[in-house]
């Protein structure tokens, strides 16, 4: 009787342990959130808004110039979760989708452009755009030839 007393004892610290220890990873692995991309229209032409408010990135609008709109309504996107990779997005698709530690890194193809998400940076076209002084404003993306 007393043995099965310990090995009980032992199961339920065992249980506590894994539950603290998934917990703890878990909320680590989401405490910044996922980024939000916005699939809108911008003076007939389409655009994105890209959000992630952990790291201060504020309505950051890329707008597409000349491409044909896939929409007319706004449909954001939240990406907060693994899934199979390419996948189809209004106006292009998901190439890349890193969620394992959010925001995690985003990759795009839209009208033609490649759009990374990037913690410290974005890249457009393989060409770094920092963060800092995109908030609230808008980049524009002319169609490609």
């Known amino acids: 009787m007393r043995i099965a007393k310990q090995l009980g004892l032992l199961?339920?610290?065992?249980?506590?342990?894994?539950?603290?220890?998934?917990?703890?990873?878990?909320?680590?692995?989401?405490?910044n959130g996922p980024w939000q991309v916005t699939f809108?229209?911008?003076?007939?032409?389409?655009?994105?808004v890209i959000s992630q408010s952990t790291l201060g990135i504020r309505n950051v609008k890329l707008v597409f110039p000349g491409?044909?709109?896939?929409?007319?309504a706004a449909v954001t996107i939240t990406f907060d979760a693994a899934r199979p990779v390419p996948f189809d997005l209004p106006g292009g698709r998901c190439v890349f989708l890193d969620a394992i530690s959010l925001p995690g890194t985003l990759t795009l193809e839209?009208?033609?452009h490649q759009i990374q998400l990037l913690p410290r940076?974005?890249?457009?076209?393989?060409?770094?755009?920092?963060?800092?002084?995109?908030?609230?404003?808008?980049?524009?993306?002319?169609?490609?030839?």
């Open 121 to 145: 940076t974005l890249t457009l076209d393989h060409k770094e755009v920092p963060w800092a002084g995109l908030n609230e404003t808008g980049v524009d993306l002319p169609a490609k030839p």
């Open 40 to 48: 809108t229209t911008e003076t007939n032409a389409p655009a994105i």
């Open 67 to 72: 491409a044909p709109s896939p929409t007319n």
């Open 11 to 31: 199961f339920l610290a065992t249980l506590l342990l894994y539950t603290a220890a998934f917990w703890l990873i878990e909320h680590r692995r989401i405490k």
């Open 110 to 112: 839209l009208h033609g």
